[in-house]
């Protein structure tokens, strides 16, 4: 599939096969469609580039998500930092000038699954988006977050139990409302 | 309570599970913009490798003749002359201007026969030749270009299409040219703009010439490297033609259209001339800009 040659033919040929798993992981992870683009598409330029570095012998797909998830923590650690100072002063002057009905409506639900999951660790997060998301097995998750694969059960069925509380909790009455 | 299966279709739920369709597709053409770039990079650098390896060669062989006569001074800077410094990509007969004409039907009312009460159009008569013309005036000056030709107002008929969706059908005659000739390094996308005769006309030394617009995309993600471009095609025209070239201004942004110009750096969209001009005025500024770019591209 990869032809050092044909970079352009080759980067076709993976950024189509695989660009909705990618941008699916990314959407959830950072709860912001556009986001999740900018993102998605800053994961297959860096593939493009280590494209000739990429090793035979390892999982394609695996190798593609390890990067998305550098990507979804680079992002994460930016925004984390940026909100440091939203939150300061210059909140209050935001908060004049955007009226509520500029901003995008998001439904009761969905305000609370992204609450909750961005309430996560960024590990955990990660993991449970890609066990149950994208469906990688345990093998796989634990080859993406370089880490054991007794790590990766354990932090999928935290976050789990994590989300379950905190849905359950707020979301009961939100959850009927919205049917 | 819900269970992990509940809980996993909430998430699916609560977050759109597909991006936008135009995402899909510039991207796409980002990442093959971005491959062809890296091929580029590495062409220029076995191009660098190759020119030094002839100017060592040139050099140890002006050596030689160095111990034996005297004369061999004027060969050495002779030979550094013909293969030191190459004169850029000019003299080569790889595509370097690629020109089209996306709405290729806009024309001109003097060369039609017919009624002055509709906007001007024909499917032959048509800014076509305007490109035609730089294309021809490009390759007189050494500088290799690919004309096309396209009937894009026939495609979009035959498919259904508007006006609107005539950069989809063009971008992708573009894209193909684009992967068949990697050496192509400048795209003009030529057009003919709506003004009257007085406002889309300037004398110069006593001859008259159409005037030149040129557009370039905000929403492009190459925007600054084609402004920069069209700039300095701008400034070298102020040069030569003081007051032919009206500027570059900046459009795409509502409604959104790259004009295609993500696709190449270096792309700009050319206006020449209003209705009321004639070929002989859009010709004649057509040849201009052709020695404006012959002298921004060998800078």
Same mark, same amino acid.
């Given at each position: 599939?990869?032809?050092?040659?044909?970079?352009?033919?080759? +980067?076709?040929? &993976?950024?189509?096969?695989?660009? /909705? %798993?990618? $941008? *699916?992981?990314?959407?959830?992870?950072?709860?912001?469609?556009?986001?999740?683009?900018?993102?998605?598409?800053?994961?297959?330029?860096?593939?493009?580039?280590?494209?000739?570095?990429?090793?035979?012998?390892?999982?394609?797909?695996?190798? +593609?998500?390890? &990067?998305?998830?550098?990507?979804? /923590? %680079?992002? $994460? *650690?930016?925004?984390?930092?940026?909100?440091?100072?939203?939150?300061?002063?210059?909140?209050?002057?935001?908060?004049?000038?955007?009226?509520?009905?500029?901003?995008?409506?998001?439904?009761?639900?969905?305000?609370?699954?992204?609450?909750? +999951?961005?309430?996560?660790?960024?590990?955990?997060?990660?993991?449970?988006?890609?066990?149950?998301?994208?469906?990688?097995?345990?093998?796989?998750?634990?080859?993406?977050?370089?880490?054991?694969?007794?790590?990766?059960?354990?932090?999928?069925?935290?976050?789990?139990?994590?989300?379950?509380?905190?849905?359950?909790?707020?979301?009961?009455?939100?959850?009927?409302?919205?049917? | 309570?819900?269970?992990?299966?509940?809980?996993?279709?909430?998430?699916?739920?609560?977050?759109?599970?597909?991006?936008?369709?135009?995402?899909?597709?510039?991207?796409?053409?980002?990442?093959?913009?971005?491959?062809?770039?890296?091929?580029?990079?590495?062409?220029?650098?076995?191009?660098?490798?190759?020119?030094?390896?002839?100017?060592?060669?040139?050099?140890?062989?002006?050596?030689?003749?160095?111990?034996?006569?005297?004369?061999?001074?004027?060969?050495?800077?002779?030979?550094?002359?013909?293969?030191?410094?190459?004169?850029?990509?000019?003299?080569?007969?790889?595509?370097?201007v690629f020109i089209y004409q996306t709405h290729n039907?806009e024309?001109?009312?003097?060369?039609?026969?017919?009624?002055?009460?509709?906007?001007?159009?024909?499917?032959?008569?048509n800014v076509t030749l305007v490109g035609k013309e730089l294309s021809n005036a490009l390759?007189?000056?050494?500088?290799?270009a690919i004309h096309d030709d396209t009937?894009?107002?026939?495609?979009?008929?035959?498919?259904?299409?508007?006006?609107?969706?005539?950069?989809?059908?063009?971008?992708?005659?573009?894209?193909?040219?684009?992967?068949?000739?990697?050496?192509?390094?400048?795209?003009l996308d030529i057009h003919r703009?709506?003004?009257?005769?007085?406002?889309?006309?300037?004398?110069?030394?006593?001859?008259?010439?159409?005037?030149?617009?040129?557009?370039?995309?905000?929403?492009?993600?190459?925007?600054?490297?084609?402004?920069?471009?069209?700039?300095?095609?701008?400034?070298?025209?102020?040069?030569?033609?003081?007051?032919?070239?009206?500027?570059?201004?900046?459009?795409?942004?509502?409604?959104?259209?790259?004009?295609?110009?993500?696709?190449?750096?270096?792309?700009?969209?050319v206006?020449i001339?209003?209705?009321?001009?004639?070929?002989?005025?859009t010709f004649?500024?057509a040849?201009?800009l052709?020695?404006?770019?012959?002298?921004?591209?060998?800078?």
């Open positions: 599939m990869v032809d050092l040659r044909d970079l352009e033919g080759s +980067i076709v040929e &993976i950024y189509n096969q695989h660009y /909705l %798993d990618v $941008y *699916r992981f990314l959407v959830c992870f950072s709860g912001n469609q556009n986001d999740a683009e900018d993102l998605t598409q800053e994961v297959f330029i860096r593939v493009l580039k280590s494209l000739p570095n990429f090793k035979t012998d390892s999982n394609f797909k695996t190798w +593609i998500f390890s &990067i998305a998830k550098h990507v979804a /923590l %680079d992002h $994460y *650690r930016k925004k984390k930092f940026s909100t440091i100072f939203k939150e300061g002063f210059f909140s209050k002057l935001e908060s004049k000038e955007k009226k509520p009905d500029e901003e995008y409506e998001k439904t009761e639900l969905e305000h609370y699954v992204h609450e909750a +999951i961005s309430k996560l660790k960024p590990n955990h997060r990660a993991a449970v988006i890609l066990r149950g998301i994208n469906e990688f097995s345990v093998k796989e998750t634990a080859e993406i977050l370089q880490c054991s694969e007794a790590k990766v059960k354990v932090d999928y069925h935290r976050a789990l139990k994590d989300l379950k509380r905190k849905l359950d909790l707020d979301g009961k009455e939100v959850l009927s409302n919205a049917k | 309570m819900q269970n992990e299966k509940e809980i996993i279709n909430m998430i699916k739920d609560s977050h759109p599970q597909n991006p936008k369709k135009e995402f899909i597709i510039s991207t796409e053409n980002l990442l093959r913009q971005k491959a062809r770039s890296m091929r580029k990079t590495t062409r220029v650098r076995k191009l660098t490798v190759a020119t030094s390896g002839i100017f060592l060669f040139a050099l140890a062989f002006s050596w030689l003749f160095l111990l034996n006569g005297k004369e061999t001074v004027m060969n050495l800077t002779n030979t550094i002359g013909a293969e030191g410094i190459p004169s850029l990509a000019l003299d080569e007969k790889e595509p370097l039907v024309a001109y009312y003097p060369e039609l026969q017919g009624d002055e009460d509709r906007v001007p159009f024909s499917d032959t008569t390759e007189e000056r050494n500088i290799s009937d894009y107002s026939k495609i979009l008929s035959e498919r259904g299409l508007t006006f609107n969706d005539a950069y989809t059908v063009s971008g992708e005659v573009l894209q193909k040219a684009l992967t068949e000739h990697d050496s192509i390094e400048v795209v703009e709506s003004n009257k005769k007085d406002d889309s006309t300037t004398t110069i030394a006593g001859t008259e010439y159409a005037k030149i617009w040129m557009y370039v995309s905000k929403t492009a993600d190459n925007y600054e490297i084609n402004k920069a471009f069209a700039l300095k095609l701008h400034d070298k025209l102020e040069d030569l033609y003081p007051g032919l070239s009206f500027g570059v201004i900046e459009r795409g942004v509502n409604p959104r259209n790259t004009y295609n110009q993500d696709l190449q750096d270096n792309s700009v969209l206006s001339g209003g209705m009321e001009n004639t070929f002989e005025e004649r500024t040849d201009a052709a020695e404006a770019i012959k002298e921004v591209l060998s800078k």
